[in-house]
């Protein structure tokens, strides 16, 4: 059952990461297009299509399409505060039918820890936790991407 969140504190996602790779190589993979493409969505759901104007203001859209029934999810936004390359802060919100309506608000930080980043992922609101926690797996099926894809620009 799709139960409502009753409490503030659980109407919140926070995910933390440390990445082998420098903050503007962790930047970069967040704010250009050609970047986010090898890596943005779940592996069960990888994007398709990819547009970022990351500055105030700029919008971003994302086609995932499902590896096993073909279905596409198109979502975006539009940032609210891009500080290179410290923090990006940005809407979330499915197109009708991709998935709930509500539009989230993702904020993220990241922090230098000598050659790696440690990235700060924060979405919020929820409504319940059903749509909760399929975005805690969703998120964290595609920060595994991006360490993969970080991984193999560091091979490069």
Do not use: Y
């Not at 309506?101 to 409504?127: C, D, H, W």
């Amino acid at each position: 059952m799709n139960a409502p969140i009753l409490r503030p504190a659980e109407r919140v996602l926070r995910l933390t990461r440390l990445f082998d790779a420098p903050r503007e190589r962790v930047w970069t993979a967040w704010t250009e297009a050609r970047h986010a493409a090898r890596w943005w969505g779940p592996r069960h759901h990888p994007a398709i299509h990819v547009e970022i104007d990351a500055r105030v203001g700029g919008k971003w859209r994302i086609c995932l399409r499902g590896v096993a029934d073909g279905r596409e999810l198109w979502h975006g936004g539009v940032f609210r505060e891009v500080v290179r390359p410290e923090r990006l802060v940005f809407t979330f919100a499915w197109d009708a039918g991709a998935g709930p309506q509500e539009e989230n608000l993702v904020t993220i930080g990241f922090a230098e820890e000598g050659t790696r980043t440690r990235m700060s992922f924060l979405q919020e609101p929820f409504v319940s936790r059903d749509e909760r926690e399929g975005h805690t797996e969703g998120w964290t099926s595609t920060f595994e991407r991006l360490d993969d894809a970080l991984l193999a620009w560091k091979g490069q």
